[in-house]
């Protein structure tokens, strides 16, 4: 079936360190993947997403590009900041069901500085 | 603005009582989702509904309700069938029918539950 598979945290960098969390996945057809932060009592915020394969999702610092040959979509960081700690989600849409998306277990990320 | 509601923000039960969580959004998306998050763990879908009047037992459904009567709103029932309902509760919700493109979902900030 579709899923997630995330690496495991927690991810502990010093203040500035580059950040990266792997992400693959298995799914028929062409998926749209997507990362999501969750900060500390908050629900999940959208971070970047690619629809499509070699696309490049950029936001606030953070990149992630899609690659089929691959199946990954890893998260990269070139700088991060104590106030990049969170727990963060990679997800892809059902390619069965376009509505719905399938999360992995989650990383935590711990910056310090 | 538009967003995704989520109320309350924390919520007590006491054992054998049912309890509802609200969920409100103004986006004017046509799907809604819950999802149970335990600590240090992972999303697990417990119900959705991609239209009003209709909806689908997620990976946990037992022990949770849910109505779907209008499109801006879609509570969860937690009843006391539910053996471990301590979690942190999140609602979300998203456009439909725009195959083969996938937006995501706009996340509440969530009802942390606890049973004492």
């Known amino acids: 079936g579709n899923s997630v598979t995330q690496m495991e945290g927690p991810v502990t960098l010093s203040e500035e360190a580059f950040l990266t969390i792997n992400c693959t996945y298995t799914?028929?057809?062409?998926?749209?993947l997507f990362w999501y932060v969750q900060y500390p009592g908050e629900g999940l915020q959208l971070l970047l997403k690619a629809t499509k394969a070699d696309d490049k999702g950029s936001n606030k610092g953070f990149e992630a590009t899609y690659r089929k040959e691959t199946t990954s979509f890893h998260l990269e960081k070139g700088s991060v900041q104590v106030s990049d700690s969170a727990v963060y989600f990679c997800?892809?849409?059902?390619?069965?069901?376009?509505?719905?998306?399938?999360f992995g277990t989650g990383t935590r990320l711990q910056v310090f500085p | 603005d538009g967003g995704i509601t989520q109320s309350p923000k924390y919520l007590f039960r006491k054992e054998g009582q049912n309890v509802t969580l609200s969920c409100e959004q103004n986006?004017?998306?046509?799907?809604m989702y819950w999802y149970r998050q335990d600590p240090g763990q992972g999303l697990r879908l417990i119900y959705y509904?991609?239209?009003?009047?209709?909806?689908q037992k997620g990976d946990i459904a037992e022990g949770y309700s849910v109505s779907r009567e209008k499109k801006e709103s879609f509570p969860l029932t937690v009843t006391s069938a539910q053996k471990n309902p301590t979690a942190f509760y999140l609602c979300a919700s998203s456009t439909t029918g725009t195959f083969p493109f996938n937006y995501g979902y706009t996340f509440g900030s969530g009802t942390r539950l606890t049973v004492v």
């Open positions: 986006l004017n998306h046509d799907a």
């Open positions: 799914a028929t057809g062409y998926p749209s």
């Open positions: 509904s991609q239209i009003v009047n209709d909806f």
């Open positions: 997800a892809l849409s059902d390619p069965w069901n376009t509505d719905k998306l399938i």
